[in-house]
């Protein structure tokens, strides 16, 4: 049967011809540009098949120009030209390719046979959640050799996404407080019928019939204990910032972009810091460690064990199929590529329940809101 895959998933196949085509991984900043003189000469790339219980290893001769195949079935040598010219191809079969969204499942039976003298025989390896790829580096500031794991993101197909909602594990709860009346909900949910939900506009029209009302919507609690305790790590109220930014972002407060959404949240102050000086600061701070805590480790529906799983950070596969890292050494980079390229997106309401409002057993009023996080697609 033939391999086939998205946009997303080929260009994790193409991650993987380009860097052992380059043998060189290299950083990139806040604007994805790649920085010169911050790169880390690749020793082997390391990838585990499904098949498998061993390692297939691919071992770089910089000086022949030629990779090294150790694999589960096939030990062959190859020129680093035909990586190259395997990596430009499939990035054209990719952009050329009349898929849309990123969601369509595509095939490329010559990449396909390529792979397989490479002892390839899936789109994705064998690994974490987090962890895409696995390479032994060179660090030179630091003279060592070490294995690293980094997570992939594509900006050929659809947009990445950073934190994924879950329909047991990342809903927040809400009341509605001033004494709604049960016509009321009835009116409330009449504008979530699936039309609505198609264009999930139905949410801005939800908090402005509120507000219209006279009452007002307050955080209630995360409905997963896992997550709460989880989000505790960063700051015993970080839970609060999250819920206040869902709020903002679902009641069109301001854009989507994350860094606009928590200077908005920050002006509120849920955490009655009332520091104009350090106030900002502060908000910013908890939410990039927040963002790198669940790009390269985190998880919300099992604890957090403290350890990051993509240990070497994340790769970046530009438009034109530059490859840039922004790695754990850099760590503030890192930080700062997280924050100013993403944005809060609005997830299947049906898939994970969070459009109807409902009252309890003691007349209180209650809605959910569901975080989910991509990254952003500008040039």
């Given at each position: 049967?033939?391999?086939?895959?998205?946009?997303?998933e080929?260009?994790?196949v193409?991650?993987?011809?380009?860097l052992?085509a380059?043998g060189?991984?290299?950083?990139?900043?806040?604007?994805?540009?790649?920085l010169?003189?911050?790169?880390?000469p690749?020793?082997?790339i390391?990838?585990?098949?499904?098949?498998?219980?061993?390692?297939?290893?691919?071992?770089?001769?910089?000086?022949?120009?030629?990779?090294?195949?150790?694999?589960?079935?096939?030990?062959?040598?190859?020129?680093?030209?035909?990586f190259?010219?395997?990596?430009?191809?499939?990035?054209?079969?990719i952009?050329?390719?009349?898929?849309?969204?990123?969601?369509?499942k595509?095939e490329?039976?010559?990449i396909e046979t390529?792979m397989?003298?490479l002892?390839?025989h899936?789109l994705?390896?064998?690994?974490?959640?987090?962890k895409?790829?696995?390479m032994?580096?060179?660090?030179m500031?630091?003279?060592?050799?070490p294995?690293?794991?980094f997570?992939i993101k594509?900006?050929?197909?659809?947009?990445?996404?950073?934190?994924?909602?879950n329909k047991?594990?990342?809903?927040?709860?809400?009341?509605?407080?001033?004494?709604?009346?049960?016509g009321?909900?009835?009116?409330?949910?009449?504008?979530?019928?699936?039309?609505?939900?198609?264009?999930q506009?139905f949410?801005?029209?939800w908090?402005?019939?509120?507000?219209?009302?006279?009452?007002?919507v307050e955080?209630?609690?995360?409905?997963?204990?896992?997550?709460f305790?989880n989000?505790?790590y960063?700051?015993?109220n970080?839970?609060?910032?999250l819920?206040?930014?869902?709020?903002?972002?679902?009641s069109?407060?301001?854009?989507?972009k994350l860094?606009?959404?928590l200077?908005?949240v920050?002006?509120?102050?849920?955490?009655?810091l009332?520091?104009?000086h350090h106030?900002d600061?502060?908000y910013?701070?908890?939410?990039?460690?927040?963002?790198?805590?669940?790009a390269l480790?985190?998880?919300?529906?099992?604890?957090?064990?403290?350890?990051?799983?993509a240990?070497?950070g994340?790769?970046?596969?530009?438009?034109?199929g530059?490859?840039?890292?922004?790695?754990f050494?850099?760590r503030?980079?890192l930080?700062?590529?997280?924050?100013?390229?993403?944005?809060?997106?609005?997830?299947s309401?049906?898939r994970?329940?969070?459009y109807?409002?409902?009252c309890?057993d003691?007349?209180?009023?209650f809605?959910k809101?569901?975080p989910?996080i991509?990254?952003?697609?500008?040039?």
């Amino acid at each position: 049967m033939a391999l086939t895959g998205n946009k997303g998933e080929w260009s994790e196949v193409y991650t993987y011809l380009r860097l052992l085509a380059d043998g060189v991984l290299y950083s990139g900043d806040e604007k994805y540009q790649k920085l010169s003189d911050i790169y880390f000469p690749i020793l082997k790339i390391l990838r585990m098949e499904k098949k498998y219980a061993e390692d297939n290893v691919y071992s770089i001769d910089s000086i022949n120009r030629q990779i090294l195949l150790q694999g589960n079935q096939n030990e062959v040598t190859i020129s680093q030209e035909r990586f190259d010219e395997m990596a430009k191809l499939l990035l054209q079969k990719i952009k050329n390719s009349r898929a849309k969204g990123g969601k369509e499942k595509l095939e490329f039976p010559d990449i396909e046979t390529f792979m397989n003298e490479l002892d390839m025989h899936e789109l994705k390896a064998k690994s974490s959640e987090k962890k895409d790829i696995r390479m032994v580096i060179h660090d030179m500031r630091t003279d060592r050799t070490p294995e690293m794991g980094f997570s992939i993101k594509s900006k050929i197909g659809g947009r990445s996404t950073l934190v994924n909602s879950n329909k047991n594990g990342t809903n927040f709860l809400y009341r509605i407080t001033g004494g709604i009346t049960p016509g009321q909900v009835e009116i409330l949910n009449a504008m979530s019928d699936t039309k609505e939900k198609r264009r999930q506009g139905f949410f801005q029209k939800w908090f402005e019939q509120i507000e219209e009302w006279g009452y007002k919507v307050e955080y209630a609690g995360m409905l997963n204990d896992v997550f709460f305790r989880n989000l505790r790590y960063i700051d015993t109220n970080f839970h609060k910032i999250l819920s206040e930014c869902l709020l903002v972002y679902y009641s069109h407060k301001t854009d989507s972009k994350l860094s606009n959404v928590l200077k908005f949240v920050a002006n509120i102050d849920p955490c009655e810091l009332h520091d104009d000086h350090h106030g900002d600061k502060w908000y910013e701070y908890c939410m990039k460690q927040f963002l790198i805590i669940y790009a390269l480790g985190m998880t919300a529906n099992k604890p957090w064990d403290c350890k990051y799983v993509a240990n070497g950070g994340y790769i970046v596969v530009k438009e034109d199929g530059d490859i840039v890292c922004y790695h754990f050494y850099d760590r503030n980079q890192l930080e700062n590529y997280l924050f100013n390229n993403t944005a809060f997106d609005t997830p299947s309401t049906s898939r994970h329940d969070f459009y109807q409002v409902w009252c309890d057993d003691n007349g209180e009023t209650f809605l959910k809101l569901n975080p989910q996080i991509r990254f952003i697609h500008d040039k």
